[in-house]
């Protein structure tokens, strides 16, 4: 069974402040990497995507993988309270890239 | 609007009741997903279908049926409900955003069973 970890939380964080999310995984084969937003009583939104060790950053946003040590996880810069939400990590779950195997999401507070 | 959209967006049925849980993407994307998602547990599974006329079993699939009635709709059954089956039901049709594969997630289906 590969499998997809997260911390529940809540993370709770004041304004302004580095929010850190963490993930680990069980499949070495993985390929690429998802960190979703969800919204309370939303769909999820894909924010980041990350395929190559080392760091990506867009915005306020850096995912971070480091494969031999099977992480990835999401860091958010000035954390505003709109950045609250669950945060859920996605992992490719298949050699074909079909599926993506989702961890049980991480709840960010972020406090003014 | 381009996009995956599900209907209904809510519903209860009586524990035995068969209901049939609409997909539609207008993206002309070849695979698309059924999820369920539970308090804590994140997002499994339930069925997927890689292309038009194929569908696969997932992580959950027991009580459920599903039809990938042409490249833009994907419809799930539950043939008889039962209460382990209340949950939030998301479809999802694969995006390419450059060399990188994800997932546009419908609005959900938020069902009950009594």
């Known amino acids: 069974q590969k499998e997809v970890e997260q911390n529940s939380g809540p993370l709770s964080v004041p304004e302004g402040a580095i929010a850190s999310l963490n993930c680990t995984y069980s499949d070495r084969g993985s390929q690429s990497f998802f960190w979703y937003r969800q919204y309370s009583g939303k769909s999820p939104e894909l924010i980041m995507f990350?395929?190559?060790?080392g760091d990506k950053e867009d915005g306020r946003f850096t995912a971070q993988l480091n494969k031999a040590s099977q992480y990835v996880s999401l860091l958010i810069r000035d954390s505003q309270p709109s950045d609250s939400a669950t945060y859920l990590c996605?992992?490719?779950?298949?050699?074909?890239?079909?599926?993506?195997?989702f961890g049980g999401g991480t709840r960010l507070m972020v406090k003014p | 609007n381009a996009g995956v959209t599900q209907t209904p967006k809510f519903q209860v049925l009586k524990t035995g009741q068969s209901m049939t849980l609409q997909c539609a993407q207008d993206?002309?994307?070849?695979?698309m997903y059924w999820y369920r998602q539970d308090p804590g547990m994140g997002l499994r599974l339930i069925y997927y279908?890689?292309?038009?006329?194929?569908?696969d079993k997932g992580e959950v699939p027991n009580g459920y049926n599903v039809s990938r009635l042409n490249k833009r709709e994907f419809s799930l059954r539950l043939e008889s409900a039962a209460p382990s089956q209340t949950s939030v039901y998301f479809c999802?049709?694969?995006?390419?955003?450059?060399?990188?594969?994800?997932?546009?997630f419908g609005s959900g289906t938020r069902l009950t069973v009594v």
């Open positions: 279908s890689a292309s038009e006329g194929t569908t």
């Open positions: 999802a049709s694969r995006t390419r955003q450059g060399q990188i594969y994800g997932y546009t």
């Open positions: 993206m002309n994307h070849n695979s």
């Open positions: 996605a992992v490719n779950g298949d050699s074909a890239g079909n599926m993506l195997t």
């Open positions: 990350i395929y190559s060790n």
